[in-house]
């Protein structure tokens, strides 16, 4: 093979658990926080499988399914810091992942399965749309049946 390909239309929905820490406050409103986070998913995609090869000539053949398949797994490590602004509803960031993946999934006549690790950079704006603060009970308050 000189060429293979199978990349179209890959999807990486995940979902994670990670925590907040205040790194640096301002009058009781988080100014800078970090983020560590761990979170699992799944690759999904259309199996669009092409290769080409050379043999005293260039062939080429390519096949693609029409549905959305599940092709594997992933894990990822994410670190994340946010600059927010005094009101908490903008700011800026920069996140860090390491990700780990299995794929497994049909070519030519047989399966192909193979490992995938990446590292991602993200840099980015966030914008708080609604917030939810937590209700803090008055301990004077009586509760009564």
Avoid: C
């Amino acid at each position: 093979f000189v060429s293979w390909e199978n990349s179209h239309k890959l999807l990486q929905p995940e979902i994670g658990l990670g925590h907040k820490f205040d790194l640096i406050k301002s009058k009781g409103s988080p100014i800078v926080t970090y983020t560590p986070s761990v979170s699992a998913g799944i690759f999904l995609g259309i199996q669009n499988n092409s290769y080409s090869t050379y043999d005293k000539r260039w062939e080429f053949d390519s096949h693609e399914d029409e549905k959305m398949r599940v092709m594997g797994g992933t894990v990822s490590v994410g670190n994340k810091i946010v600059i927010h602004d005094r009101q908490d509803r903008a700011g800026v960031f920069v996140e860090h992942k390491l990700t780990y993946g299995k794929m497994k999934y049909a070519f030519l006549d047989g399966q192909v399965e193979h490992e995938m690790k990446m590292s991602t950079l993200n840099v980015g704006v966030q914008m708080t749309l609604k917030s939810f603060k937590k209700k803090i009970k008055d301990p004077d308050e009586k509760i009564t049946d």
